[in-house]
Every structure is written in C-alpha cells, then in structure tokens.
C-alpha cells in the first residue's frame, strides 16, 4: 500500500491511499482527499500524478478507482487525467446511502508494453 501524504505548513493538506492487487496489473486507489484549505491549488492533481507514477514503476496496467456520484469536482479531476467511467455501484458508501462510479484509467499503450518486454539492446533498434 503506498501513502502519499502533502503536508503544507503545520496541517496536512491532502493524501492518497493506493494498493496493488494481488493480480498485480492493477492499482486501486483508496483513497484520496484534499483539506478544505488546500482545494483549488493543484494539490489533488499532484497527489494523483505520483499515485499513476508508482503505477506506472510497479508495471501496473490500470489504475481504478470508485468516486461518489455526487462529488463532481473529482469526476473531473479524474476525467482530466485520463479515468473513464465503468460503471455505477449501488450504496457504495452504504452509511450514506450513496452510489459511486467505477472509474478506470489505463497505464499503458500497446506500444509501451511491447517496449517493456524486449531489452534494453533491442529497445534502441524500435525506437
């Protein structure tokens, strides 16, 4: 599990909470929130990159993720770095009684996977 915290001054402003799961392709992140001081200042975009970067590095090849369908400003935060929609879950957050969208965003082309299987020799000549 990766824990990305920002601390800005003497309060957090932010984090994000990933895992890999065991299929090992995937990343899901857990959880991702910004302080109401810290809004609007591109703190969310930044805890979001590192999150797709260790992604990335673990050689995952998607990144999920499950947001309320009310929280607007996060669908387009992830709709801007490349999540689409997958689908709707019903009582997610079953204490609040409130669905959620099923977001997934791929990691990798097809090209950047057929560069990660040959080696580093060989990656020159494709290039």
């Known amino acids: ?7 800005t001054s003497e309060f957090l402003g932010g984090y994000i909470a990933c895992k890999i799961k065991k299929n090992l392709a ?22 979001l990159t590192a999150a797709k970067e260790f ?3 673990n050689r995952c090849a998607r990144c999920n993720l499950h947001v309320s369908v009310v929280n607007f400003p996060a669908q387009n935060l992830y709709s801007r770095n490349g999540f689409i929609t997958e689908g709707w879950v019903h009582n997610y957050y079953s204490d609040e009684n409130e669905s959620a969208l099923k977001m997934t965003c791929a990691l990798f082309t097809q090209k950047q996977e057929e560069m990660n299987s040959v080696s580093e020799n060989e990656r020159c000549i494709l290039s």
């Open 26 to 47: 995937d990343m899901e992140i857990v959880s991702l929130a910004v302080g109401a001081k810290s809004r609007r200042l591109g703190l969310g975009q930044q805890l």
């Open 55 to 57: 992604a990335v590095h």
């Open 1 to 7: 599990m990766a824990d990305t915290s920002a601390i």
